[in-house]
């Protein structure tokens, strides 16, 4: 039987990893992620909207994919990730991926 998140979504695939990771370390890999994807892999505007530096979100980004095993290079993948993460969003109230800080979508 595999995990389910809070919301009872089947816990799989690369945003489901780094979920569980963001909530087990209180790390912020999941809204890297869709700070990134957001901003279609622009490091300087996702840095920007995240307020870190471009060096650190490109070591979040180098990071979060060998813990998820997510393949930034393959669309499909992006785009499961991307629905995944948005999907989530949507279920969690506010502030849980704390995306409103940089101004993305709860």
Do not use: K
């Not at 979504?9 to 990771?21: E, H, K, M, N, Q």
Request: glycine share 6%; aromatic share 6%.
């Amino acid at each position: 039987m595999e995990d389910e998140d809070d919301a009872g979504w089947p816990a799989v695939g690369p945003a489901a990893v780094l979920l569980c990771y963001d909530r087990e370390h209180h790390s912020d890999f999941a809204a890297t992620l869709l700070a990134y994807l957001e901003t279609f892999g622009d490091i300087a505007r996702a840095a920007a909207m995240l307020h870190v530096h471009v060096n650190t979100m490109r070591y979040r980004v180098r990071r979060l994919c060998e813990l998820s095993g997510l393949n930034l290079e393959d669309p499909d993948e992006r785009l499961n990730a991307h629905l995944q993460l948005r999907l989530h969003a949507f279920t969690r109230p506010e502030g849980a991926m704390r995306t409103s800080q940089a101004g993305l979508p709860q």
